[in-house]
């Protein structure tokens, strides 16, 4: 396989990947699939990574991430359904 067709499959699986945390977290259902509301809410975060607070946020859903992943671990259920 070439090179580039490599890199291209990694990067799909990528942001797959992260959109399977979208769904995961809910924010599909919450927010009835809208994608303006979405990415609204995601600049905000990024907004909020860049500022001077930005290391206070990253701890706190840092922590709340690595929760819910063990807890999803330890009952092998998903957090959210």
Same mark, same amino acid.
């Given at each position: 396989?070439? @090179?580039?067709?490599?890199?291209?499959?990694?990067? @799909?699986?990528?942001?797959?990947?992260?959109?399977?945390?979208?769904?995961?977290?809910?924010?599909?259902?919450?927010? +009835?699939?809208?994608?303006?509301?979405?990415?609204?809410?995601?600049?905000?975060?990024?907004? &909020?990574?860049?500022?001077?607070? +930005?290391?206070?946020?990253?701890?706190?859903? @840092?922590? &709340?991430?690595?929760?819910?992943?063990?807890?999803?671990?330890?009952?092998? @259920?998903?957090?959210?359904?």
């Amino acid at each position: 396989m070439r @090179t580039w067709q490599v890199e291209r499959r990694k990067r @799909t699986r990528h942001l797959i990947e992260l959109g399977g945390l979208v769904v995961k977290a809910g924010i599909v259902d919450l927010t +009835g699939d809208d994608r303006a509301l979405i990415y609204g809410a995601l600049l905000w975060m990024a907004d &909020k990574l860049k500022n001077e607070q +930005g290391e206070h946020a990253r701890a706190l859903w @840092t922590a &709340k991430g690595k929760q819910a992943f063990e807890a999803e671990r330890a009952t092998d @259920t998903p957090t959210i359904s």
